[in-house]
């Protein structure tokens, strides 16, 4: 969470030089430094979530070789043999028309997961504190305000782009999934891409309230809780 110490009530009078702005960091854990204490389920959530999104869209890039009959489809990606059949995004239908949706919705991909690479490094190099809760890492300073800024940044792209895969389907008549049974389409399309909006939409609720506290203290108002 962001934090702040001996944030003063008002403004000092005299000088308000930039030198002397009472923003001025004057050390990496004096007064007005940012701090960023990493969420336990966010922590959790990308080192379970980056390796799938990598697995999934290096099948996309690699195909045909990827998919079923292809010389690199098994053992890798042979769970993809059922799910072409589910979704003909994944499937022989979007290859076969030469749709590129697949593959930029891929490489959107790709640049989350680098940037959600870069947050988990930031939070790796972070100072190891007794008190930081369950992950056990304080990021101060200028490494704090980057590491929320990037993980911020990745998870309203994650949001977005999954909203828009959504999207094409609602206003495209469900071309790609609607010849699946409700239990099927509920199981192995809908449950699995809503956790692509429940957990980013998580991160954006937490660290946007982190950079929402952070210009609020900047600014020199009381901080507000979120609820």
Not at 50 to 67: A, E, G, N
Not at 91 to 105: D, I, R, Y
Not at 125 to 138: C, E, F, I, P, Q
Request: glycine fraction near 8%; charge should be neutral.
């Amino acid at each position: 969470m962001v934090s702040t110490r001996s944030h003063p009530s008002t403004f000092p009078d005299g000088d308000m030089s930039p030198s002397k702005s009472p923003s001025k960091r004057t050390n990496a854990f004096g007064a007005y430094t940012w701090s960023h204490v990493p969420n336990a389920v966010i922590v959790a959530w990308l080192a379970i979530s980056l390796p799938l999104v990598v697995w999934d869209f290096m099948y996309i890039f690699l195909r045909p070789y990827s998919m079923p009959g292809g010389a690199w489809h098994a053992p890798i990606w042979s769970p993809y043999a059922y799910y072409v059949d589910v979704d003909y995004v994944y499937g022989f239908p979007a290859l076969e028309a030469g749709s590129g949706f697949p593959a930029a919705q891929s490489a959107l991909n790709a640049v989350e997961t680098a940037l959600y690479a870069v947050y988990l490094a930031y939070v790796y190099r972070g100072h190891k504190v007794a008190d930081a809760g369950v992950v056990g890492r304080k990021l101060v300073g200028r490494d704090a305000a980057l590491a929320v800024t990037v993980g911020f940044a990745a998870a309203v792209g994650t949001v977005s782009k999954t909203v828009l895969y959504w999207l094409i389907e609602y206003f495209g008549a469900y071309s790609n999934i609607g010849h699946n049974e409700p239990w099927t389409l509920f199981w192995l399309w809908i449950v699995p891409n809503g956790l692509w909006l429940l957990f980013p939409a998580y991160m954006i609720y937490i660290l946007g309230g982190e950079i929402v506290d952070g210009l609020e203290t900047a600014a020199g108002r009381p901080r507000k809780k979120v609820l």
